[in-house]
């Protein structure tokens, strides 16, 4: 079954440095997509970044990246240089082929990232 | 533009009554969806659409029910309201997604916070 895991309930990273937020998936569909979410405490779901499964380079926008390894089924962001305002819960989520030409999305739990000054 | 609506923002129900979320769209996106928010366990898919006149389950449907009847409308319903039911619920909707390097990506409305006392 189509599955998103996010080990990290919960990180801290240090203003201005770099941190990973891991995400592994499964599926065996050989065509799907791996999305960032992030969603701030004033509750909206903010889309970061998207990397497709034929994509040969990994997805990158502006601090955000993503970091995929398809033999390993992983696709961590990684936020560079982070800010006081990236504090927030961050998703992953795939999509992923739902049968009878339909798609669906599947979500991770989360990681809640908290930046300290 | 106004994007992804949600009606009501908030809304408190007693047990056994009964209410329906409303979901709109001005994108003209063919696929709409309906999850909720619990802590811990991110996003889940509640049913979703991928068309005017379509409906199906996703991977917690039970005591929800969904009617898509106009294509920028999509409706979530409680019959009989029960405090599990208490959540944040989101509906997002999409272009159709199909294989291929463009992202389609999720967007999402603000959310409905629901109690059931």
């Known amino acids: 079954a189509q599955k998103i895991t996010q080990t990290q309930p919960g990180m801290f990273v240090q203003e201005k440095e770099a941190v990973t937020l891991d995400c592994t998936y499964d599926?065996?569909?050989?065509?799907?997509?791996l999305f960032w979410y992030k969603q701030p405490s004033s509750g909206e779901m903010i889309f970061l970044i998207y990397?497709?499964?034929?994509?040969?380079q990994n997805a990158t926008e502006g601090r955000y990246s993503l970091n995929f390894q398809k033999a390993r089924k992983s696709a961590n962001l990684v936020i560079s240089a982070s800010q006081l305002g990236d504090s927030a819960m961050y998703f992953c989520a795939m999509r992923d082929y739902g049968g009878s030409g339909t798609y669906k999305y599947i979500f991770g739990t989360g990681t809640r990232l908290k930046v300290l000054a | 533009n106004a994007g992804v609506t949600q009606t009501p923002k908030f809304r408190v129900l007693k047990t056994g009554q009964s209410m329906t979320l409303l979901c709109a769209q001005d994108?003209?996106?063919?696929?709409m969806y309906w999850y909720r928010q619990d802590p811990g366990m991110g996003l889940r898919l509640i049913h979703y659409s991928v068309g005017e006149g379509t409906t199906a389950k996703g991977e917690v449907p039970d005591g929800y029910n969904v009617s898509r009847l106009k294509k920028q409308n999509f409706l979530l319903g409680l019959e009989s309201a029960a405090p599990s039911q208490t959540s944040v619920y989101f509906c997002a909707s999409t272009i159709h997604p199909q294989t291929g390097p463009s992202s389609y990506e999720q967007y999402f409305g603000p959310g409905t916070r629901l109690t059931v006392t």
């Open positions: 599926t065996s569909d050989p065509s799907y997509g």
């Open positions: 990397q497709g499964s034929y994509d040969q």
């Open positions: 994108m003209n996106h063919e696929y």
